[in-house]
């Protein structure tokens, strides 16, 4: 049940786009369930979960290059400090169950299908259906230990390309050998695409993963050197080299840009300029779009995940061993943020909150001695409106214990249709259940008739138009897929009078 202020009650009329220093400042903790509204940004925070209440090791996004939501969202997976899955209804955050042995590096929920979640323990690629629990192997690896994208790959947006590295496992010096990297054709069930690994000539090894169409393989070797299997390496889907940059083993993530472009958002370290760049990447060509600098001073972890609202990259920032102690007049902008960077090279950023988590205690600043989870790792919801991030709230910073999973909701500013504004003020219109099934209800104010509803999906394409001419009526979806639209309510001469997203169950 969620508590505390309304949505509508902590709206602003536009978003903190400046890049001026914003102070965190001390908040109390907000109690599990209760809406406030983040005191410097005004926007929506709500507390999802008390994991030391139940007695769990945190609860918290997986990762930020990771959707926690399914295809619709009407469901959610957060992890705890021991490595379970736990799943949620992904419109009340009401807890449902324990998803036993879904585990491993890799798990997906499924890009299209929301029933299902992919997952790979080892080399076996299997699904897992949530709504009856069955479990069917996909695809075997062999004759790997591991072939995963080692935790930060995902698949392409149809959910039919899998790219991977292999990896053998030696047992008599215990080191872990990577072979082959591949490409799994879900559709096909094949391997239409393999390129084996130069031996004995890695530096390192990060991640591999294919990308949000399907059509490039970007590697990430985790060195700053120049030349083949360094650096960063782009590939097309048959593993034919495009380009390489030394950038690096930095926080990225790949997405698409406003124009449709497949892209890797990375940060960057410029020991010149002794700041953190981060940076947008062709994946055609490789050329470099910068985005913004920030402080070298602290760190940060990228998420495109909002494949439903691209040309965004929601950025979480964190502190780092050298800066724990908070200090209003040295506080650097974006500091200890989660906020959301406009892929165009201008600039522009929508500020939402402030974490308030701290990884490294400033009695114990090192990583040994330090909670992992504790990053805020934010991640965004496909459809761009709810921000995911976990915390500690700074309490108990040595315990996993503490964390705990917290969520900016943005539905109602950012509901407008493309290239429209929000509806941010009082509406004449009361549309409910929301999230529905059939039967959509309007109630409009008594001196309100003769309106059209219109139902576009997250494209902007209208799918359904109604003319009302009266108050009252009920609209029949039954035939829309489940998923997310949204409305637009207009008079006979186009003026919009409401807009809104309802969830489609």
């Not at 005191?39 to 990762?63: E, M, Q, S, V, W």
Request: net charge negative; glycine share 8%; proline share 5%.
């Amino acid at each position: 049940m969620i508590m505390g202020l309304s949505i509508s009650q902590v709206l602003v009329s536009q978003f903190v786009t400046g890049h001026s220093v914003i102070f965190q400042g001390d908040l109390v903790q907000p109690q599990k369930g209760v809406l406030i509204a983040d005191p410097n940004f005004k926007t929506p925070l709500l507390r999802l979960t008390d994991a030391r209440a139940a007695g769990i090791h945190g609860l918290f996004p997986d990762y930020s290059k990771r959707q926690a939501w399914n295809s619709n969202e009407s469901l959610m997976i957060l992890r705890s400090g021991t490595g379970e899955a736990y799943l949620y209804n992904g419109q009340t955050y009401e807890y449902l169950r324990i998803l036993d042995g879904i585990g491993g590096e890799d798990v997906f929920w499924h890009p299209t299908n929301p029933d299902l979640i992919l997952y790979n323990p080892d080399s076996i690629l299997y699904s897992y259906n949530v709504l009856n629990d069955a479990v069917t192997p996909i695809h075997v690896f062999a004759p790997y230990t591991w072939a995963n994208t080692r935790g930060e790959g995902n698949l392409s947006n149809d959910g039919r390309y899998y790219a991977v590295v292999g990896q053998m496992y030696n047992y008599t010096t215990g080191e872990v050998v990577f072979h082959d990297l591949l490409v799994y054709d879900m559709l096909n069930n094949s391997i239409p695409a393999s390129l084996p690994l130069p031996q004995g000539q890695l530096a390192d090894f990060d991640w591999v993963s294919i990308s949000p169409l399907g059509n490039y393989v970007v590697v990430d070797y985790a060195d700053e050197e120049t030349g083949r299997y360094h650096g960063v390496e782009v590939y097309d889907r048959n593993f034919n080299f495009i380009w390489q940059k030394g950038l690096g083993a930095g926080h990225s993530d790949l997405g698409l840009d406003a124009g449709g472009q497949e892209v890797l958002i990375m940060d960057v370290y410029d020991d010149n300029a002794n700041m953190t760049h981060i940076n947008k990447y062709s994946l055609a060509t490789g050329a470099e779009t910068r985005l913004l600098s920030v402080s070298p001073f602290f760190d940060l972890h990228i998420s495109c995940r909002a494949l439903s609202r691209p040309g965004w990259a929601i950025i979480s920032t964190f502190d780092y061993t050298g800066r724990l102690t908070d200090d209003n007049a040295g506080w650097l902008p974006f500091e200890d943020e989660v906020f959301a960077l406009k892929m165009d090279g201008t600039g522009s950023v929508e500020r939402y909150a402030h974490h308030h988590s701290r990884r490294f205690s400033p009695s114990t600043p090192d990583p040994d001695n330090s909670v992992y989870f504790a990053e805020p790792h934010a991640t965004v919801s496909k459809y761009g409106t709810r921000i995911l991030f976990g915390s500690n709230w700074r309490t108990n910073i040595s315990e996993d214990t503490s964390l705990d999973a917290y969520l900016v909701d943005l539905t109602n500013m950012l509901t407008g249709l493309p290239g429209e504004s929000p509806m941010l003020s009082e509406s004449d219109f009361k549309i409910f259940p929301n999230p529905v099934n059939n039967q959509l209800n309007i109630i409009a104010a008594q001196n309100v008739r003769d309106y059209y509803v219109r139902i576009f999906d997250p494209a902007g394409k209208l799918v359904k138009e109604y003319f009302v001419n009266q108050s009252n009526t009920t609209l029949n979806l039954s035939d829309l897929p489940a998923g997310i639209f949204y409305y637009k309510i207009a008079d006979g001469e186009g003026l919009k009078l409401d807009v809104g997203k309802v969830v489609k169950f």
